[in-house]
């Protein structure tokens, strides 16, 4: 088995999607094998899906939020509450 090359000009990510590819790879060729053949314990087997599971959570990302609900507070209105309260607390 032939390892990938490491490209250091490549972004960070696409390294890491090379290696969930890799890791899938390795996930598929196991799953085939018969349960007394597997080279993997089951344990290193379900560690290899949660990692896979883990990096393309974080590969594919999105910072956008998922509710539709109320805008979040401006400066503005936040230092205008603040002034409020405080000339509320010094009356």
């Known amino acids: ?3 990938p090359e490491v490209n250091w000009k490549k972004n960070e990510y696409h390294q890491l999607q090379e ?3 890799l890791l899938k790879a390795i996930q598929e ?3 085939k094998r018969h349960q007394m053949d597997e080279h993997l314990t089951p344990n290193t087997a379900d ?3 949660e990692v ?3 990096l393309e959570d974080e590969i594919d990302y999105d910072p956008s939020p998922h509710e539709v609900g109320e805008p979040p507070i401006t400066l503005s209105e936040m230092h205008s509450a603040a002034w409020r309260e405080h000339q509320v607390m010094h009356k």
């Open 29 to 31: 060729r196991e799953s």
């Open 52 to 54: 896979i599971g883990m």
């Open 47 to 49: 560690v290899v899906l």
């Open 1 to 3: 088995m032939t390892y």
């Open 19 to 21: 290696v969930v590819n």
